[in-house]
């Protein structure tokens, strides 16, 4: 069983439309939790990161962290086709310079106009 | 503020081959993380420095992959020799201490080996 599981898509959604991405994981000494967004040919670029549980928001993107499920999701309100990508979810032990950060597969997001 | 510098951005080998990547983190990033990340997978951690001495390195294959970072600076990774299931992505980052946001990915090398 992998660490991190994600659904990989790809997740096609017209212009306007609210999409859910999701992410588990089964080790439960993760504390934060991190959400990549990645282009075609292009690096992971950091849109969001929640330490422990709740919901933290940041314009139309809100991340939410449920411990005790082991669950962790990304809503975007109001999708644009310009959030076509490929979105990573990311978590690690603690914030010292020596955890490692285990990335689940990756969710394709397709929005079309 | 500059960003993280790879080069090159494309790589086609043939198998049994040798290659190398060269990455510049962002100035004053003290960590330095080599990744791979394959097709249709997420990145997956090859080695971390901490300035120029090695902090993991457990998921290198360390018979054919080999990684520098000297003076604490710019990095290369080399693959000697290359197999089939070497093609994918190698993405350097780099980040400051305890600053989760400042954790930033360069563009990337392609590998193909063939």
């Known amino acids: 069983q992998k660490e991190v599981e994600q659904d990989p898509g790809p997740l096609s959604v017209p212009e306007g439309a609210i999409v859910s991405l999701n992410c588990t994981y089964s080790?439960?000494?993760?504390?934060?939790f991190m959400w990549y967004r990645q282009y075609s040919r292009k690096g992971p670029e950091l849109l969001m990161y929640?330490?422990?549980?709740g919901n933290k928001e940041d314009g139309r993107f809100t991340a939410q962290v449920d411990k005790s499920s082991k669950y962790i999701s990304l809503f975007i309100r109001d999708s644009q086709p310009s959030d076509s990508a490929t979105y990573l979810c990311?978590?690690?032990?603690?914030?010292?310079?020596?955890?490692?950060?285990?990335f689940g597969t990756g969710t394709r997001l397709l929005v079309s106009p | 503020e500059a960003g993280v510098a790879q080069s090159p951005r494309y790589k086609i080998i043939e198998k049994r081959q040798s290659v190398a990547f060269w990455c510049n983190p962002i100035?004053?990033?003290?960590?330095l993380y080599w990744y791979q990340q394959i097709l249709g997978q997420g990145p997956k951690l090859l080695i971390q420095f901490q300035n120029n001495g090695v902090v993991d390195d457990s998921q290198l294959p360390k018979d054919r992959f080999s990684a520098e970072r000297l003076k604490g600076v710019d990095s290369t990774l080399k693959i000697q020799p290359a197999k089939l299931e070497d093609s994918a992505v190698y993405l350097c980052a780099s980040r400051q201490n305890r600053d989760l946001k400042s954790y930033t990915f360069g563009s990337g090398t392609r590998l193909t080996v063939v």
């Open positions: 100035s004053g990033h003290a960590t």
């Open positions: 929640t330490y422990s549980s």
């Open positions: 990311a978590m690690r032990r603690g914030n010292t310079g020596f955890q490692k950060l285990v």
């Open positions: 080790n439960s000494a993760f504390q934060y």
